[in-house]
């Protein structure tokens, strides 16, 4: 089933997730809700947070990217429970990021190319690992979803009095994409 993405303003957005008990009431189905809104948006990564559940939960999908990144071919994963644990700061690079919580608005980021992650599978097999390159930044942008961040409070002060007017407009409502969503009333 196709959910309604929350879009700026919605309080969810602004909370921080909890951990959910692997015994999550009807998982599997929510995993499988959070991956159809997620390809039926044309997003790559979708939090929790972003369909009103304030639980750390989180779907990514980077087989578009296959002609690029190979390694990608049919990568499409859950992370149940995910927690960044270590940054490596040694090389950061700056990219446009975009969210489907913010329709119409992408602006450069720079984040860390390499974090230490833990979580969940679908399997409920824990995991502790080095995770690198654009899936690291993918992991990046939806764990501040499940922290209560959105990738616009990581832009340089001046980008963001750019986007301010965009921001006020998603907060009044004021939302236009071709995907459902729930904004604030």
């Not at 309604?4 to 009431?25: F, M, N, S």
């Not at 979580?119 to 899936?135: G, N, T």
């Not at 939806?142 to 961040?149: N, R």
Request: some cysteine.
């Amino acid at each position: 089933m196709t959910l309604p993405i929350y879009t700026y303003g919605q309080p969810v957005l602004r909370k921080v997730a909890e951990d959910i008990p692997l015994d999550y009431p009807n998982l599997k189905e929510l995993i499988a809700d959070m991956f159809e809104t997620m390809y039926k948006s044309d997003g790559v990564g979708l939090a929790a947070p972003q369909i009103g559940k304030p639980i750390r939960l989180v779907v990514v999908t980077l087989d578009v990217l296959k002609d690029e990144y190979p390694e990608y071919a049919d990568f499409n994963r859950a992370y149940i429970n995910p927690h960044i644990v270590e940054y490596d700061d040694s090389e950061t690079v700056s990219m446009e990021e975009g969210c489907l919580s913010l329709p119409g608005i992408h602006e450069p980021v720079r984040r860390p190319t390499r974090i230490r992650m833990q979580w969940v599978d679908e399997e409920l097999k824990a995991h502790d690992e080095w995770i690198e390159s654009y899936l690291a930044r993918v992991l990046q942008h939806e764990v501040d979803h499940l922290e209560g961040k959105v990738f616009t409070d990581r832009i340089a002060p001046l980008r963001k009095q750019l986007v301010k007017s965009k921001l006020s407009a998603l907060q009044r409502g004021k939302v236009n994409c071709s995907y459902r969503v729930k904004p604030i009333r």
